[in-house]
């Protein structure tokens, strides 16, 4: 969230900021000057009466003083209070109007970010590996998954509908042997802090990281007896986390750290899930784009003069599992008109997939400077200094566990239909160096 002061005293910068993000000031913002302006004037208007009713005051001393009758002018000094209070009460209510605004206001973009009107004006900044060069057309891991009996989609939308997966055996342990590998490279390598957070959240942890009010849609709300109300954000009802992103930061929500403990670096694995509303018909085939899919998140809280340089370590530390599984990618800088409603700057890591001849984004890496801090009132206390400050937040994927399995498949199939397993996984999967083609999955 932006700061209302920061608003208040620089609109015509933050009405330009919207403007390069493809935002309409004038519809985020609605009568946010007239309603200043109001306020102004009703505080304005109390200054005056204030120093009216001090000479009253004065009057009625002098009056009381020399025995004189002060009865009238002490009912004029009445009703000033009574003006003032209604002041008061109207200068209150124009700063809650004005600070209901602010939760829709999307972050503004950092200086560095390219001015961009669609993905398309995104800027690559980085690529990493060869892509690899086959003697056969080379399948997307839809049908490599399906021919190999690891992916089973059918079934998985017998139990649960469209945009879900199982995983069978060989595939399973492949699953699993990602999210062990990113998060002992993280911790041992990186020198991130494991977490295994809850996967169900209340309305105020979404509503610190960004997503309520704005993405309530996008959202898995469980049914609780009382229902969640744009608004209002309690500590007992319940959604599914769409990202780790969203426990991991609110870990410290309503907290101050010492500025000893910064910088903090969290990781966990968790599911993640995902309406994917506005997607129909988008990423239909395999597993691009799901309900749910399995990630290892990355999160930092940062000092602001530090955070930018942690984008570049966070950043780096995802691409580093890419480097050593040995998959192609390529960091793009995300335009203003690209970026995620609460970040400042965010690169995104787009994986090689042979199959499919594309890029695919499997990390999002972001600065959200204060904007998730000052939502969920997490601050630090700066040595030497007795006031507290707003800190920043940072996130990505380090990886989205699900996009990297089927990279795998894509990158690392052979012309007999099997698939090779990435040296630095052969460990996590027993030893086995190759996933071959078995018999039909279960009763098939």
């Known amino acids: ?138 399948k997307p891991h839809w049908e490599i998954g399906e021919a190999l009996g690891i992916l089973d989609l059918e079934r998985a939308a017998k139990l649960s509908g469209a945009r879900f997966a199982v995983y069978w055996a060989a595939g399973a342990r492949l699953e699993r042997a990602l999210i062990n590998f990113m998060l002992d490279t993280h911790t041992r390598e990186h020198g991130y802090t494991e977490v295994l957070p809850p996967f169900m959240v209340n309305s105020k942890s979404l509503f610190g990281t960004g997503q309520l009010p704005k993405f309530a849609e996008d959202l898995f709300r469980c049914v609780d007896e009382q229902g969640y109300q744009e608004g209002q954000y309690r500590e007992n ?27 903090k670096s969290l990781t966990a694995y968790t599911p993640c899930f995902r ?55 390529r960091r793009m800088l995300l335009c203003t008109a690209d970026m995620g409603f609460s970040s400042a700057k965010t690169y995104d890591l787009e994986v090689w997939l042979p199959g499919q001849g594309l890029y695919r984004e499997i990390s999002s890496c972001s600065n959200c400077e204060a904007f998730q801090a000052r939502r969920a009132n997490i601050r630090y206390r700066p040595q030497g200094k007795g006031k507290t400050e707003f800190l920043h937040t940072l996130n990505g994927s380090g990886l989205a566990t699900g996009r990297t399995w089927l990279a795998i498949l894509e990158n690392y199939q052979q012309a007999d239909g099997s698939v090779r397993v990435p040296e630095v996984l052969v460990p996590y999967m027993g030893g086995q160096t190759v996933i071959e083609p078995r018999a039909a999955i279960a009763s098939k």
């Open 275 to 329: 309406s994917e509303a506005g997607s129909y018909g988008k990423d239909v085939r395999g597993i691009i784009r799901q309900h749910q899919f399995q990630k290892v998140e990355l999160v930092k809280f940062a000092k602001p003069e530090e955070s930018y340089n942690e984008l570049e370590k966070l950043t780096a530390n995802a691409e580093g599992i890419l480097e050593k599984l040995g998959l192609p990618y």
């Open 1 to 138: 969230m932006l700061d209302l002061a920061f608003v208040r005293a620089n609109l015509p910068v933050v009405e330009g900021k919207l403007r390069v993000r493809g935002q309409d000031p004038a519809a985020l913002l609605g009568d946010f000057l007239a309603i200043d302006a109001h306020r102004r004037e009703r505080i304005t208007e109390a200054e005056q009466l204030k120093a009216q009713r001090n000479k009253l005051s004065e009057e009625v001393g002098k009056l009381k003083k020399a025995g004189q009758d002060a009865t009238a002018v002490m009912e004029e000094t009445r009703l000033l209070k009574e003006k003032l209070e209604a002041l008061d009460a109207a200068a209150k209510e124009a700063e809650e109007q004005l600070r209901a605004i602010l939760p829709r206001i999307p972050n503004l973009p950092h200086e560095s970010v390219p001015v961009g009107k669609s993905e398309h004006d995104n800027v690559e900044i980085k690529r990493w590996g060869e892509q690899p060069k086959f003697d056969f057309e080379p």
């Open 237 to 263: 009802d319940h959604w599914l986390i769409p990202t780790a992103e969203v426990p991991l930061t609110n870990l410290h929500r309503d907290e101050v750290l010492d500025e000893a403990e910064l910088t």
